[in-house]
């Protein structure tokens, strides 16, 4: 599968983007997910991969977000060094990273690295819904906690993952305002067909974009992606 590895994000939050590769993602459990499988153990292959994807980063914006198949802090510390080197050199002063909630507790002596060199970091946790029932049975999405406040206490942003079976509009709008209560952004993820056996519900997929996109779509602290490209990293079209 070949996949685009940089890209900029033009309108909300402008900032840009790059999807490294490190050793995969420790929990690899999740049912809807089949971007783990963007793993590699060859940490020399891996380190020559994301240098060429960071070479591309200017620092327009003075923000960069990465991504990897997993948690921030599952790069290999190689990879990490060049995070920071590209973060000093292009003048980055924020830094967007994601983190399974395992990984919670190696954020605080991440923030404090980065802070050191200037960047102030913010944490993304895959919630993909509040409703603590269906994300552990349904989704299987490791995560032993079901207060959003204490979800939400390590962290700076949640996804959201839309368009499965069973989920209801109220439900796709209760999510979307307690991840704004509890964070300081939204990224909502609507579900599309991937390798995996969940399938996108059309039913919910239209539901929510003829009654909930509507309400959030200029909100500047929600992201919405309807497809999962949307934001230039990922699967080539
Ligand atoms: S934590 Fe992220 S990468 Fe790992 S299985 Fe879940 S969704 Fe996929």
């Keep these: 599968m070949e996949l685009s590895r940089y890209s ?10 790059v999807l490294l590769r490190g050793r995969g993602c420790a929990w690899k459990r999740c049912r809807f997910c089949d971007y783990h499988l963007d793993a590699s153990q060859d940490e020399e292959a891996n ?109 700076d942003e949640c996804c959201l993952l839309f368009g499965l079976s069973g989920q209801s509009v109220e439900g796709m709008k209760r999510d979307v305002e307690t991840g704004l209560a509890h964070f300081h952004r939204v990224c909502i993820n609507v579900m599309v067909p991937n390798t995996t056996p969940i399938l996108p519900d059309l039913e919910v997929r239209a539901a929510f ?4 996109y509507p309400l959030y779509k200029d909100n500047p602290r929600v992201d919405i992606l309807l497809e999962n490209t949307d934001f230039g990293v990922g699967e080539k079209l």
Excluded at 8 to 17: A, C, F, T
Excluded at 209 to 212: D, F, I, T
């Design 209 to 212: 974009v003829r009654e909930v």
């Design 8 to 17: 900029v994000i033009e309108d909300k939050n402008p900032r840009e983007i």
């Design 47 to 155: 380190l020559i991969l994301n240098r060429e994807a960071l070479s591309h980063v200017t620092g327009r914006y003075g923000r960069l977000e990465v991504i990897n198949s997993g948690s921030f802090a599952e790069l290999h510390p190689s990879t990490l060094a060049e995070v920071d080197r590209v973060c000093q050199e292009r003048g980055i002063r924020d830094l967007h990273v994601e983190s399974h909630w395992l990984f919670r507790k190696t954020i605080p002596a991440l923030r404090e690295h980065f802070a050191k060199l200037g960047v102030t970091l913010h944490v993304k946790i895959g919630v993909e819904t509040f409703d603590a029932d269906y994300r552990e049975r349904i989704l299987d999405k490791g995560i032993d906690e079901t207060d959003p406040a204490a979800i939400a206490a390590p962290f």
